[in-house]
């Protein structure tokens, strides 16, 4: 049996994407606080673009570490008396750029794939991420009493998506400038 080196193991992995994606998600939650119009939801959000490009990339190790960071924080920080909306919301979070992703493409996964993806393809996945992404959560949010205005959440969050989406590659595309083939 070959050995594999330290940071092909899929603990190494999972730790790194999650730790990553709760950087990232504190960062933006922290600097951001303006753009929380409704709740549950910010009028730019970059980790929601993030997460769906880490379930393109990491499949369902990427979705494992969403709703890692998005149990956590809920418990600790958003919902530390209601844990059921903490689990529900993290359930959500990981399973929005699943079902888009099985939507457009017909599947859970891209197998080798991401390299040929266009731009039009993956707007497509872009939106449909967006949509789906900002219901359930705001359905959950919604369901839970903990608002009243479920469209008002979902429009806010809509756009949030939408922005953190193209904001994500924006920055991917100029990370890739940076980074050899």
């Not at 493409?105 to 993806?117: K, N, P, Q, S, Y």
Request: glycine fraction near 6%; include cysteine; proline fraction near 3%.
């Amino acid at each position: 049996m070959p050995s594999t080196n330290w940071y092909e193991h899929r603990t190494f992995q999972f730790m790194a994407l999650t730790l990553a994606f709760a950087t990232l998600y504190t960062i933006n939650n922290a600097v951001t606080p303006f753009l929380h119009l409704v709740p549950g939801a910010h009028l730019v959000h970059i980790p929601s673009g993030v997460k769906f490009l880490m379930v393109l990339i990491f499949s369902f190790m990427g979705a494992l570490s969403i709703a890692t960071v998005s149990l956590v924080a809920g418990l600790f920080v958003y919902f530390p008396n209601d844990h059921a909306v903490s689990m529900e919301l993290a359930l959500v979070n990981a399973a929005s750029p699943l079902i888009a992703l099985k939507l457009v493409t017909g599947t859970f996964r891209l197998d080798g794939f991401l390299e040929h993806l266009d731009l039009n393809c993956l707007i497509k996945m872009g939106l449909v991420f967006s949509l789906v992404n900002s219901a359930l959560n705001q359905l959950v949010i919604f369901w839970n009493g903990l608002t009243t205005d479920f469209l008002s959440g979902f429009e806010v969050m809509f756009i949030g998506d939408i922005t953190g989406f193209g904001l994500s590659l924006l920055l991917l595309k100029l990370s890739a400038r940076f980074v050899k083939r």
